[in-house]
């Protein structure tokens, strides 16, 4: 089923696609008229069209019926120092799929020097959310500081940080009898993992609690999807 992120209401009858969105149908999947098209927001939920007026440079779809309705996602963040480029892209798709909500940068005493494109980081945010039948599309937030995060006071509750070869619990562990509904932020380090000034740091902070992800080091990336699969599943 071809399904597309879109901005539309509940009101709307017929839809006149963005040209990336008509060149997508129409030249790369070569749909025509009479297919059928999901389209999908946070608000709207999921709507069934069909594809009823394709010209060279645009086409149109007019609303069928609802598919879903749209869901409350209680907010996952995930805060990640920038890895490089294919890490990073990978990053994006799997914390899609398992859930995130919002993304949010992190420069640390050793993270890689790393350009956020955010049109870019968009795009691939889009198109993971399309293939995972999720119904919205992460917020890629503003690039914080470490000690702006750690020291930031808004993490009442549920905010874990990953350490490795930490004699702490594991992430599974600490999630295990915690209310699911509730938001939760995951925070992981970059290739050079914390600085010891920023694990000092962050020991001094009661709201955030340190986990392990098991025994082994992971590379940044897998250690992000190992901590959004342990919440993804914790949310059920
Ligand atoms: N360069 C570090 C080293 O070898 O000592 C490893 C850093 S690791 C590649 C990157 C990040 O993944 C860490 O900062 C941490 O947040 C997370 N991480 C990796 N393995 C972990 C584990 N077993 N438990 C908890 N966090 C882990």
């Known amino acids: 089923m071809t399904r ?3 901005d539309f209401t509940q009101l709307c009858k017929t839809i006149a696609l963005p040209v ?35 010209t060279k440079s645009s086409c149109v779809i007019t609303i069928q019926r609802q598919m879903r309705e ?62 995972s039948e999720r119904l919205s599309v992460p917020v890629l937030l503003p690039v914080m500081t470490f000690d702006a995060v750690v020291r930031g006071g808004c993490y009442a509750e549920g905010t874990y940080i990953a350490l490795e070869r930490a004699d702490v619990a594991s992430f599974a562990h600490m999630l295990a009898d915690k209310d699911s509904s509730k938001p939760c932020t995951f925070i992981i380090g970059p290739e050079g993992g914390f600085s010891s000034r920023e694990v000092e740091l962050v020991k001094g902070i009661p709201g955030i609690v340190q986990v392990s992800l098991g025994r082994t080091v992971l590379r940044a990336e897998t250690a992000a999807i190992v901590g959004m699969g342990a919440i993804s599943m914790w949310r059920g």
Request: hydrophobic share 45%; charged share 20%.
């Open 70 to 131: 749209p869901v409350v996602e209680p907010m996952t963040r995930l805060i990640y120092a920038p890895l490089k480029h294919d890490a990073m892209a990978f990053l994006f798709e799997k914390a899609t799929e398992l859930g995130v909500t919002h993304l949010q940068p992190m420069v640390t005493d050793f993270a890689q020097k790393y350009a956020v494109h955010a049109d870019k980081v968009a795009r691939q945010l889009k198109q993971a959310s399309q293939q």
């Open 4 to 6: 597309l992120y879109l």
């Open 20 to 54: 990336e969105e008509s060149h997508y149908l129409t030249r790369v999947l070569r749909l025509k008229v009479g297919d059928i098209v999901n389209v999908y927001n946070e608000h709207a939920g999921e709507w069934s069209t069909v594809l009823s007026d394709v």
